[in-house]
């Protein structure tokens, strides 16, 4: 083997290890980012819909105990899933009032991972599995 040939094979080798790498960094596990000892459940109106890969994200003003609007983060999982688990894109919509239920987020008060959603028809639909 020449080394001109070596070098293709070394560069090819480390820019493989590096997409792996980055691959692995770019998806999150359940118990790194949210905390499935600390339930969270509220009731509000849907701001805005994110219906995207990874996962699929939705945005909620709820009052608190003291009546101040709290601007909640709710991720889901990816839209594949959701769809194998009843939801279709259009299920939530801006200016639905729903109840959401599910886990906070290590990072912040206001971000959570939802396991189910009550949307307004009265059907429960289904994020992640009970933890």
Request: charged share 20%.
């Amino acid at each position: 083997m020449n080394a001109q040939y070596l070098a293709c094979l070394r560069t090819a080798a480390m820019a493989l290890v590096l997409l792996a790498a980055m691959s692995a960094s770019a998806h999150h596990s359940f118990s790194g980012q949210f905390n499935a000892d600390d339930p969270v459940s509220f009731e509000g109106v849907v701001t805005r819909i994110e219906w995207q890969n990874p996962h699929v994200w939705f945005y909620v003003d709820a009052a608190d105990e003291d009546g101040n609007v709290v601007h909640w983060e709710a991720e889901t999982t990816n839209p594949n899933t959701l769809l194998r688990r009843g939801w279709k894109p259009d299920d939530l919509k801006v200016g639905d009032r729903v109840t959401v239920s599910g886990a906070r987020a290590f990072c912040c008060e206001i971000v959570m991972s939802a396991r189910s959603v009550t949307l307004p028809d009265g059907r429960s639909v289904f994020s992640r599995d009970a933890r």
